[in-house]
């Protein structure tokens, strides 16, 4: 046996004593690059296996990793059961349903939208944006007539269960984020597909019954989302103001870039949000998804609860992801 094969043997043997989540990523650390080794792979925000099977389509044909987030992120948009994305998200505290999503392809171009309405699927609004206009970012009525103008249809996105949630909450009128809610919240989905084409989506309703006009971090190219070719892709969940004020996700892609796997790289990001802000990060959630070009992935997150789904040489799954405070 040769020795690299003896070392790669011995790795392996030590991480499936250490955990599968160990095992996968030492498989993704030690073996060859071949395209199709451990690529393509999608890793999505939550339990989200609807939405990482959506993007398998896409990538297990050999299509492109931008149509495999985009076809990711439409399905928990459509769906009127998550009551935190696009159709069936909770209103802000005045009743509407206020949208925010953004795409980044492999060319490192990007678009997105915010605080649109009645839209949908933001996420392709987005992409639009990112293919059809020379910015990146529309917001509010412009983006919705540009959304019109696209051949969008205007809907209303306010679900009957969404509306009843909004005049439960109207009669006390708190606003309090609360931690990992329903354990389905905004869905940050980034893949690398078998030609190391790496993208990125990231689409919600952020917080239920915020302010009208706010706008959280998952438009937010670098905050919410950000994703590199030439290295990987990170995305973000939880308290977006926390992940605003530091660029989350811009910064997670950095650390990667010097090195880090995306699992430290995550974790990296989280302890500087602990440092930082230690009060609030006590109090609130907020969890990053990761992977590198060469197919390794990761999640770590303030509070334990954040898992997130990956599905990788034609397994899907949903992973806990470690987390900075403990139970
Ligand atoms: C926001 N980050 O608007 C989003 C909401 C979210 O888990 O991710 N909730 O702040």
């Not at 043997?13 to 080794?37: K, M, R, S």
């Not at 440092?275 to 992935?297: H, L, M, S, T, W």
Request: glycine letters at 10%; hydrophobic letters at 40%.
């Amino acid at each position: 046996m040769n020795s690299r094969r003896a070392f790669l043997e011995h790795t392996l043997l030590g991480a499936i004593t250490v955990g599968t989540l160990d095992f996968w990523n030492a498989i993704a650390e030690h073996t060859a690059a071949p395209p199709n080794g451990r690529l393509p792979v999608v890793i999505a925000t939550w339990d989200n296996q609807k939405a990482t099977d959506a993007a398998w389509q896409v990538l297990a044909k050999g299509g492109r990793a931008l149509d495999a987030v985009e076809a990711g992120a439409r399905i928990p948009e459509a769906d009127p059961m998550d009551t935190s994305v696009g159709y069936g998200g909770f209103p802000d505290r005045d009743g509407n349903v206020t949208l925010d999503a953004c795409i980044m392809d492999e060319f490192g171009k990007a678009g997105s939208v915010a605080f649109l309405q009645h839209i949908l699927h933001p996420i392709s609004v987005a992409r639009r944006v990112m293919e059809k206009t020379p910015h990146v970012l529309l917001v509010g009525d412009g983006a919705l007539e540009f959304a019109l103008a696209e051949g969008f249809k205007k809907e209303n996105l306010l679900t009957e269960t969404a509306r009843k949630a909004w005049e439960e909450w109207k009669i006390k009128s708190e606003y309090k984020p609360v931690i990992n809610i329903e354990r389905h919240d905004t869905i940050g989905i980034v893949a690398v597909d078998d030609q190391q084409r790496v993208s990125g989506a990231c689409t919600t309703s952020g917080m239920a019954f915020k302010m009208r006009g706010r706008v959280g971090d998952s438009p937010i190219i670098g905050a919410g989302m950000f994703s590199d070719n030439e290295v990987g892709a990170a995305a973000a969940t939880g308290l977006g103001e926390m992940v605003l004020r530091t660029l989350g996700s811009f910064l997670l892609v950095e650390e990667m870039r010097r090195g880090k796997h995306p699992m430290k790289a995550a974790e990296t990001v989280v302890r500087r949000l602990a440092q930082k802000y230690p009060k609030e990060a006590r109090e609130n959630q907020v969890g990053y998804v990761a992977i590198d070009k060469k197919g390794r992935f990761g999640g770590f997150s303030l509070q334990p609860g954040f898992n997130y789904t990956v599905y990788q040489q034609g397994v899907n799954r949903v992973f806990e992801a470690d987390s900075f405070f403990k139970k």
